[in-house]
């Protein structure tokens, strides 16, 4: 199979002859963007000579392009403007002889004429049969190709070599067009308290050429991109050598996680696969129940109620027996051939907390009304409320309350023992029998000054 040539990165000089051997490398970020590099050797003789890479990624950012080579410095680097357009063609015939394949004057059907490009002034203009015609109705025909057309970007590099011999080179450079987002699938089994993950990564092209790497390497982690002032298309770039004076001062490395996968990549154009990016993990996993919104410090007469939600946690993921940190992507969880939710997840280092949230649990329910309410002066007033769970299980549960009080606040009594997360959110952890109920009753004074 031909490879694709922006991968295969073919050098074309005057002199040097090039060897076989190639290796490409792919590194994929997760938003619109790759990296590039290819090395090979080849022959350059002593002191200037051109190379030209032929058929860049479509997605090229100009001038992100390097070569790097012992004994080798690069003086000049253009990256050609890409791909045809009808405004190039113009401008290649301009005082040629075209055709026209325009509406038949006699209404039926079409017809082809020569023509003569005669200038470009906000569309062509065309001498037809002795006559001048601006932006005509119809297709113009063009007779050839322009001799610098290119489908694909290329560039061309002057380099200055120490002596003459056989060189390693390696050209990289970045690209649009590429991105990969990871997708996990767990299995939850709650009798042993287990996770297990699978993580698959996806790989998308949008390139309109294939792509085939011997090496691959996923990235997760979001790196800083500067806006282009101006779309990179719209005219060659050009980029002289500069001296170490003028070369800006290296930034700090960013916080990133590289996935090296033991194979390579083969994908079509505009094509997406999917890859195995972590095999199975199982880890120790606590279900927990979590109701808000019942417990405040707020007068509230009324009766209300509240669904009960259901977490998984891994308090500390290196301990609980993964070895890799968990790229972003979305957690589907499945437990005894049931789908029970879906999550997306944040970049996860190991040793941090995992949550998934898996929506209402259907057997355990949640109720609260106000039982008192009294004002203690102007500013301040006493509220008792109490909060009833109920768990139609056939096994107890914890369920943890989560209150939402104001800043100025004080227990006066309390059922169960609260735990103060933060200034304003007390939790208690109440025990409900299976197919048994629990009330969790308290009385707190707020300041409203």
């Not at 060897?19 to 938003?31: E, F, G, S």
């Not at 094509?271 to 808000?292: E, I, S």
């Not at 190991?350 to 039982?371: I, P, S, W």
């Given at each position: 199979?031909?490879?694709?040539?922006?991968?295969?990165?073919?050098?074309?000089?005057?002199?040097?002859?090039?060897?076989?051997?190639?290796?490409?490398?792919?590194t994929?970020?997760?938003?619109?963007?790759?990296?590039?590099?290819?090395?090979?050797?080849?022959?350059?003789?002593?002191?200037?000579?051109?190379?030209?890479?032929?058929?860049?990624?479509?997605?090229?950012?100009?001038?992100?392009?390097?070569?790097?080579?012992?004994?080798?410095?690069?003086?000049?680097?253009?990256?050609?403007?890409?791909?045809?357009?009808?405004?190039?063609?113009?401008?290649?015939?301009?005082?040629?002889?075209?055709?026209?394949?325009?509406?038949?004057?006699?209404?039926?059907?079409?017809?082809?004429?020569?023509?003569?490009?005669?200038?470009?002034?906000?569309?062509?203009?065309?001498?037809?049969?002795?006559?001048v015609?601006?932006?005509?109705?119809?297709?113009?025909?063009?007779?050839?190709?322009?001799?610098?057309?290119?489908?694909?970007?290329?560039?061309?590099?002057?380099?200055?070599?120490?002596?003459?011999?056989?060189?390693?080179?390696?050209?990289?450079?970045?690209?649009?067009?590429?991105?990969?987002?990871?997708?996990h699938?767990?299995?939850?089994?709650?009798?042993?308290?287990?996770?297990?993950?699978?993580?698959m990564?996806?790989?998308e092209?949008?390139?309109?050429?294939?792509?085939?790497?011997?090496?691959?390497?996923?990235?997760?982690?979001?790196?800083?991109?500067?806006?282009?002032?101006?779309?990179?298309?719209?005219?060659?770039t050009?980029?002289r050598?500069?001296?170490?004076?003028?070369?800006?001062?290296?930034?700090?490395?960013?916080?990133?996680?590289v996935?090296?996968?033991?194979?390579?990549?083969?994908?079509?154009?505009?094509?997406?696969?999917?890859?195995?990016?972590m095999?199975?993990?199982?880890?120790?996993?606590?279900?927990?129940?979590?109701?808000t919104?019942?417990?405040?410090a707020?007068p509230?007469?009324?009766?209300?109620?509240?669904?009960?939600?259901?977490?998984?946690?891994?308090?500390?993921?290196?301990?609980?027996?993964?070895?890799?940190?968990l790229?972003?992507?979305?957690?589907?969880?499945?437990a005894?051939?049931?789908?029970?939710?879906?999550?997306?997840?944040?970049?996860?280092?190991?040793?941090?907390?995992?949550?998934?949230?898996?929506?209402?649990?259907?057997?355990?329910?949640?109720?609260?009304?106000?039982?008192?309410?009294?004002?203690?002066?102007?500013?301040?007033?006493?509220?008792?409320?109490?909060?009833?769970?109920?768990?139609?299980?056939?096994?107890?549960?914890?369920?943890?309350?989560?209150?939402?009080?104001?800043?100025d606040?004080?227990?006066?009594?309390?059922?169960h023992?609260?735990?103060?997360?933060?200034?304003?959110?007390?939790?208690?952890?109440v025990?409900?029998?299976?197919?048994?109920?629990?009330t969790?009753?308290?009385?707190?004074?707020?300041?409203?000054?």
């Amino acid at each position: 199979m031909r490879l694709p040539a922006f991968l295969t990165a073919a050098f074309v000089a005057a002199a040097p002859a090039l060897a076989a051997d190639t290796t490409r490398t792919l590194t994929v970020y997760p938003d619109d963007l790759a990296r590039m590099s290819v090395e090979r050797q080849t022959r350059l003789p002593e002191g200037a000579s051109s190379l030209r890479l032929n058929d860049l990624s479509p997605g090229i950012v100009a001038d992100s392009l390097t070569l790097r080579g012992e004994g080798v410095r690069v003086l000049e680097q253009q990256v050609s403007p890409w791909p045809i357009t009808r405004q190039q063609l113009l401008q290649a015939h301009l005082g040629e002889t075209v055709h026209l394949i325009r509406p038949n004057p006699t209404g039926r059907g079409r017809e082809t004429v020569e023509a003569e490009l005669l200038a470009l002034a906000d569309g062509p203009v065309l001498s037809v049969q002795d006559r001048v015609l601006h932006d005509p109705r119809g297709e113009i025909v063009f007779p050839d190709l322009p001799k610098d057309a290119a489908t694909l970007p290329r560039a061309t590099l002057r380099v200055q070599a120490d002596g003459a011999g056989e060189r390693t080179l390696t050209t990289s450079y970045l690209t649009k067009g590429l991105s990969w987002k990871a997708a996990h699938s767990a299995q939850w089994d709650p009798a042993a308290g287990t996770l297990t993950l699978r993580t698959m990564a996806a790989v998308e092209s949008r390139l309109n050429t294939a792509i085939e790497a011997d090496s691959l390497q996923l990235v997760a982690g979001a790196v800083a991109q500067a806006e282009q002032p101006r779309p990179q298309r719209e005219q060659a770039t050009t980029m002289r050598a500069m001296s170490a004076a003028d070369a800006g001062k290296p930034s700090s490395a960013a916080n990133l996680k590289v996935y090296e996968l033991d194979r390579g990549l083969s994908l079509d154009a505009g094509g997406r696969t999917q890859l195995a990016l972590m095999t199975p993990q199982t880890v120790d996993v606590q279900a927990r129940y979590r109701v808000t919104n019942l417990a405040t410090a707020e007068p509230q007469p009324d009766t209300a109620q509240a669904p009960v939600d259901l977490r998984l946690r891994v308090a500390d993921t290196r301990e609980a027996g993964l070895d890799r940190a968990l790229p972003a992507g979305v957690v589907r969880v499945n437990a005894g051939g049931v789908f029970r939710g879906e999550q997306r997840v944040a970049d996860t280092p190991l040793g941090t907390e995992l949550t998934l949230d898996l929506g209402n649990a259907f057997d355990v329910t949640a109720r609260a009304k106000q039982t008192g309410y009294r004002r203690i002066g102007e500013d301040a007033y006493q509220l008792s409320r109490q909060v009833t769970l109920s768990n139609a299980r056939e096994k107890p549960v914890t369920v943890r309350v989560i209150g939402r009080f104001p800043r100025d606040w004080r227990m006066l009594e309390e059922s169960h023992q609260h735990l103060r997360e933060t200034a304003q959110r007390p939790v208690w952890a109440v025990e409900v029998p299976a197919g048994g109920e629990s009330t969790l009753r308290y009385t707190v004074r707020v300041s409203e000054r």
